[in-house]
């Protein structure tokens, strides 16, 4: 297996982004109640969760596009309640801005660090984080999202996509994710290397075991945090 470059997933790879959504759902709750009391009434936290569900699965050509999925979820909660879309930008700016600001795991900097200085990263995500507002942008030549390419994981476009920007064939990436389906099986099927980012103890079989179409497909690696995949990366450098 020889190794160019690495592609990362971001949510729930470098950070649990669980924490994050609930928070960002709080913060988007306390401004509504603030600035428009008749919208956070009729739509407190659990309604307007239910709310953007219906929109997802009213509009499945929108899978790949989380932002406009919320926005048009905030469109009919403030349209409910007699009020235009005049308020929407900024409501939304307070849900992402919150959304953005996630505690990485523990690994995951010093990881960064170490592997950034060694090869070429790219993220590779089905979700709406901002490298940028996170602080994480410059360990990463190129950052690529399921909204800007218009396709979600596990397509193989937007792993082709990536190995393009990187110009480095499929066969000498290594994508990191922990999600069995969107990363492992996917990025396989595209032709890159896998490592499986496994943090709970879990067994591949059991994962795995949700897909039977893919009952025999295998990660490459399995890692139980981003410091074991650094420390892997190292030790392939020093039997070049």
Request: charged share 25%; proline share 5%; net charge negative.
């Amino acid at each position: 297996m020889r190794i160019l470059a690495v592609s990362l997933d971001l949510d729930d790879t470098l950070w649990p982004i669980e924490p994050a959504i609930l928070a960002a759902e709080r913060h988007l709750d306390d401004w509504l109640k603030r600035h428009h009391a008749a919208v956070a009434e009729a739509w407190p936290i659990a309604a307007l969760r239910d709310l953007r569900e219906q929109v997802s699965a009213e509009r499945p050509d929108l899978s790949h596009d989380f932002t406009t999925q919320r926005l048009l979820t905030l469109e009919r909660a403030f349209a409910a309640c007699g009020i235009g879309n005049e308020h929407v930008d900024a409501a939304f700016e307070v849900y992402y801005a919150a959304r953005n600001r996630v505690d990485c795991y523990p690994d995951a900097l010093p990881a960064l660090a170490a592997l950034s200085a060694r090869l070429p990263l790219v993220s590779i995500s089905n979700g709406n984080a901002d490298l940028e507002r996170i602080g994480l942008r410059q360990h990463f030549r190129h950052s690529i999202s399921a909204r800007e390419l218009g396709v979600a994981k596990p397509a193989a476009a937007i792993f082709h996509e990536a190995c393009a920007r990187l110009g480095v064939a499929p066969e000498n990436v290594l994508h990191v994710g922990d999600d069995p389906l969107l990363d492992v099986i996917g990025a396989h099927a595209a032709g890159l290397h896998t490592a499986w980012l496994n943090r709970h103890a879990a067994t591949w079989a059991e994962r795995v075991a949700q897909y039977p179409a893919h009952a025999d497909a295998t990660p490459d690696l399995e890692i139980r945090d981003l410091g074991e995949l650094a420390r892997w990366i190292e030790d392939q450098g020093k039997t070049k």
